[in-house]
């Protein structure tokens, strides 16, 4: 039976991120195929003892920590060269499929070469964080303008304290890290062109979507006579890069006759802990439109389906270039069009496959997007072009199996 490890900076039932959904979907399917799994997720939780690992249900939490957010770097080397060294060693695996290296450090990679030298590595990019330092963003970070390159002079503009020279150094030490990566995973097409212009070699790229679990379509929302596609949603982290302030812009520039009639329900939290600047904006945008907005709050995986049902599109109005939002995904499995912003990930995504697609940072453009929408001919349109199917199921196994087996990939 091959065997597989699978890290992640995060466990899915503690840390909702895209990367951890990601790495837990792909385990849960090589798993039910029969691969000899072992999850082993970051955590900030204190361990029973101080030791470096514990068990959640059949998984490993592995308590350690990164010092040093600039070179993605951290100075605990016996966590990663001894203790998962060891851990890695007993299992001894084929491949070991790492989703992030987030408050672990860039030294995982080469401490895994060490503990398992035969075994295949390989790396899923979920974001830019290896070539831009603000969150991995790829925006400015005071105007929040998009980047279109991570040029050292332009990085130094962002954060002085660090001259242009740090940042090739930088550059230089992650590249470096990654050469023990034996492939690495793209979950779009557009993510996987940065970085190879940025560096990585194009023969070890592959373009490969993200897995979901099954999800059964809903049947769209029944309406009245006369009624149109008014029910809108938006799916996500309230905070500056998603947009959320520039959809509720959007809605109070909406035509009094179309804003009448017009529902948003914001399924998501956090706003709490954003900046005051940021919140005092979104809570009077929140107020302008407040007889039209339902903060409905977070919500976990299984009430997913629920509340998308609820609606007519789902809306992803995010300002920096994202890679393959799991929300896009969930919403053609489970039969909703979108509306999105029309740069990386999101326009590949959707336009002319899933909905329509709007100016980015425009409110005006995704205003007069929405007016389109709610006409119930074009909810119809898009609604119908939704397929159900997963390729990247057979993808998946397939890239795995060659990986197993030592064949070119």
């Given at each position: 039976?091959?065997?597989?490890?699978?890290?992640?900076?995060?466990?899915?039932?503690?840390?909702?991120?895209?990367?951890?959904?990601a790495?837990?979907?792909?385990y849960?399917?090589?798993?039910?195929?029969?691969?000899?799994?072992?999850?082993?997720?970051?955590?900030?939780?204190?361990?029973h003892?101080?030791?470096?690992?514990?068990?959640r249900?059949?998984?490993v939490?592995?308590?350690?920590?990164?010092?040093d957010?600039f070179?993605?770097?951290?100075?605990?080397l016996?966590?990663?060269?001894?203790?998962?060294?060891?851990?890695?060693?007993?299992?001894?695996?084929?491949?070991?499929?790492?989703?992030?290296?987030?408050h672990?450090?860039?030294?995982?990679?080469?401490?895994?070469?060490?503990?398992?030298?035969?075994?295949?590595?390989?790396?899923?990019?979920?974001?830019?964080?290896a070539?831009?330092?603000?969150?991995g963003q790829?925006?400015?970070?005071?105007?929040?303008?998009?980047?279109?390159?991570?040029?050292p002079?332009?990085?130094?503009?962002?954060?002085?304290?660090?001259?242009?020279?740090?940042?090739?150094?930088?550059?230089?030490?992650?590249?470096?890290?990654?050469?023990?990566?034996?492939?690495f995973?793209?979950?779009?097409?557009?993510?996987a062109?940065?970085?190879?212009?940025w560096?990585l070699?194009?023969?070890?790229?592959?373009?490969?979507?993200?897995v979901?679990?099954?999800?059964?379509?809903?049947?769209?929302?029944?309406?009245?006579?006369?009624?149109?596609?008014?029910?809108?949603?938006?799916?996500?982290?309230?905070?500056?890069?998603?947009?959320?302030?520039?959809?509720?812009?959007?809605?109070?520039?909406?035509?009094e006759?179309?804003?009448e009639?017009?529902?948003?329900?914001?399924?998501?939290a956090?706003?709490?802990?954003q900046?005051?600047?940021?919140?005092?904006?979104v809570?009077?945008l929140?107020?302008?439109?407040?007889?039209i907005?339902?903060?409905?709050?977070?919500?976990?995986?299984?009430?997913?389906?629920?509340?998308?049902a609820?609606?007519?599109?789902?809306?992803?109005?995010?300002?920096?270039?994202?890679?393959?939002?799991v929300?896009?995904?969930?919403?053609?499995h489970?039969?909703r069009?979108?509306?999105?912003?029309?740069i990386?990930?999101?326009?590949?995504?959707?336009?002319?496959?899933?909905g329509?697609?709007f100016?980015?940072?425009?409110?005006?453009?995704?205003?007069?997007?929405?007016?389109?929408?709610?006409?119930?001919e074009?909810?119809?349109?898009w609604?119908?072009?939704?397929?159900?199917e997963?390729?990247?199921?057979?993808?998946h196994?397939?890239?795995?199996?060659?990986?197993?087996?030592?064949?070119?990939?």
């Open positions: 039976m091959k065997k597989i490890i699978f890290i992640s900076h995060g466990h899915p039932e503690l840390s909702k991120g895209g990367a951890e959904v790495s837990w979907n792909l849960k399917l090589l798993k039910e195929q029969g691969y000899n799994c072992l999850y082993i997720a970051r955590t900030d939780g204190a361990s003892g101080g030791s470096t690992f514990s068990s249900g059949e998984e939490l592995f308590h350690t920590g990164m010092s957010w070179n993605l770097s951290t100075s605990h016996k966590p990663l060269f001894t203790d998962l060294n060891e851990l890695i060693a007993q299992f001894s695996p084929d491949v070991v499929h790492l989703h992030h290296y987030a672990m450090g860039i030294e995982l990679f080469p401490a895994i070469r060490k503990a398992a030298p035969k075994a295949k590595i390989v790396f899923t990019l979920h974001e830019f964080m070539m831009c330092m603000h969150n790829m925006v400015k970070r005071e105007t929040l303008k998009l980047c279109n390159k991570a040029l002079a332009d990085c130094h503009k962002c954060f002085p304290s660090h001259s242009p020279g740090d940042f090739f150094l930088r550059k230089n030490y992650v590249l470096d890290q990654f050469s023990y990566v034996d492939e995973v793209s979950p779009s097409d557009f993510l062109k940065r970085y190879v212009e560096g070699p194009a023969e070890k790229v592959h373009v490969i979507e993200n979901l679990p099954n999800l059964e379509p809903a049947k769209p929302r029944v309406l009245n006579h006369g009624e149109k596609r008014t029910k809108l949603a938006f799916f996500g982290q309230v905070n500056p890069y998603k947009g959320l302030d520039i959809l509720l812009k959007a809605i109070s520039l909406l035509p006759e179309v804003k009639q017009i529902q948003l329900d914001i399924h998501g956090n706003l709490d802990i900046t005051s600047e940021f919140k005092e904006k809570e009077a929140l107020d302008d439109v407040a007889d907005v339902d903060l409905r709050g977070p919500y976990e995986s299984e009430q997913l389906p629920s509340r998308m609820e609606c007519d599109w789902v809306v992803i109005p995010s300002i920096w270039w994202e890679n393959s939002p929300v896009i995904q969930e919403a053609i489970l039969g069009p979108l509306i999105g912003s029309n990386g990930g999101m326009k590949e995504k959707i336009d002319g496959i899933a329509l697609t100016e980015a940072r425009s409110a005006a453009s995704l205003a007069s997007t929405i007016v389109k929408a709610i006409e119930p074009v909810f119809d349109y609604h119908a072009k939704l397929a159900n997963q390729p990247a199921i057979d993808q196994l397939k890239f795995i199996n060659q990986l197993c087996n030592n064949q070119e990939v």
